[in-house]
Every structure is written in C-alpha cells, then in structure tokens.
C-alpha cells in the first residue's frame, strides 16, 4: 500500500525543539521531491518546508525559515523536520506530502498528520 | 505571494445536489497551475484536480475543475454522501505555493 504516516507530534513550551518523520512505503521514496504542510486549528492549509529527492536542495515559508529543517533519510524511506524555537502560533497538525513528478509542484499522496501544540 | 480566496466560506446542500465552488486568485496563476484537495476530518488529504481541470488517478467524473486566470471553479455534479468535506484550492504556478482558506461542504 501507498503511504506516508507521519509520527513525533506533542505537546512543548515555547522555545522547545521536536522532531517530526514521516515514513514513506510502497512508492519509490528516493525518486519523489517531499514537503511539509501544516494546518493551524479552524484554518487552512500553509506550505512549510520541501526537500528534492537528494536532500541537496531545501526551501522554507519565511515563517519557520532559520529555526525549522527539512531532512531525509532515503534508506530509511524517512522525512523529517527539525522544529526549534517553537512559537505559539506553530500549533498546528503537520502534514507530509508527496510532490508529483509531474511539472509543477502539487500534492498527489498525503499522510494523517502529526498534532503539534506549542503552550505553556 | 498569490492570495487565494475561496467562496463561499460554507456551502449547505443535499445529496444528489449541485456544488460549484469558487477559488479566486489576488493575481494570474502561472500556466494555470491550479490544484484542488478534499479533505474530511482525521484523513489525510486527497488530490481531486491539477493544472485546473485535469483529474488526479482514480477521482470520479462527478468532480470537473475549470476557470484560468485568476478565477477557477470546481463542480461537484451529484453531490454522494461522501463528497461532504472541506476543499482547498492550491496554486503552484508562482512561489511561494500557496492554498486558499478552504470550503466546508456540509449537509
């Protein structure tokens, strides 16, 4: 089966770190560009971080730019993000998603989330 | 960055019914680059529309995307119990990608 589960969600203090992953099956993780979005409670969907298939290039919404990472492990099917200095407003359920190889950089496969609360 | 208002903000119909809902962009989308998901609570999102009126593998024919611009649509036919969910539109023709806020489906 095609999927993504992600793990690693909690509940921090502000100015605290978590690691999120997401393992990726039944697809040819190494080969598929990797993003994450995040949904804050009652809003929409925001775009965070993407990573290419080899890791060597990462972009970042302007919003968790310098204090979020984007990370893969092709052998372990595995993406991760690294979230420092976590803010109240970083409270959100933090989707992975697949970028198409097709052109443009749209979402064909998702996972459930991962619920992260940033309070104190 | 492209802002995406989606219209309206809820939209209250009856299985079987018609659904047309609205994503306008703040400026044209780049080659039309326009994707539209559905979302129900606890699920992960599924992709139903790229490029504006293409249909992702596996999506039914009930679901039709149009519109260039600055201004698309996505049409639910006949509405089936289980369409009613949360859409978002996502463009992908400028960076940052950006999605609208999203329209509630409900009965």
């Known amino acids: 089966e095609v999927k993504l589960v992600e793990s690693g969600g909690g509940l921090l203090q502000p100015g605290g770190s978590l690691r999120l992953s997401c393992a990726a099956s039944?697809?040819?993780?190494?080969?598929?560009?990797m993003n994450w979005v995040r949904q804050a409670p009652g809003k929409g969907l925001v775009w965070v971080s993407r990573i290419k298939t080899d890791g060597m290039i990462t972009t970042y919404a302007d919003s968790v730019k310098g204090r979020f990472t984007i990370s893969r492990d092709n052998a372990k099917n595995t993406v991760y993000l690294e979230m420092n200095g976590l803010r109240a407003e970083d409270t959100a359920v933090y989707y992975c998603a697949r970028e198409t190889p097709l052109p443009g950089n749209y979402f064909d496969l998702w996972g459930q989330g991962t619920l992260v609360t940033v309070s104190s | 960055e492209i802002v995406l208002t989606q219209s309206p903000g809820t939209q209250s119909l009856s299985p079987g019914e018609r659904a047309t809902l609205s994503c306008g962009a703040s400026?044209?989308?780049?080659?039309?680059?326009l994707a539209w998901y559905q979302h129900k609570p606890g699920q992960a999102p599924r992709l139903l529309i790229y490029g504006a009126s293409t249909r992702a593998t596996g999506i039914p024919d009930r679901f039709s995307g149009s519109g260039s611009g600055t201004d698309f649509t996505l049409t639910i036919s006949r509405l089936e119990p289980e369409d009613f969910a949360v859409y978002y539109c996502q463009q992908y023709g400028n960076s940052p990608l950006t999605f609208g806020g999203g329209t509630k489906v409900e009965i």
């Open positions: 039944g697809f040819t993780f190494s080969t598929y560009w």
């Open positions: 400026q044209s989308v780049t080659h039309n680059y």
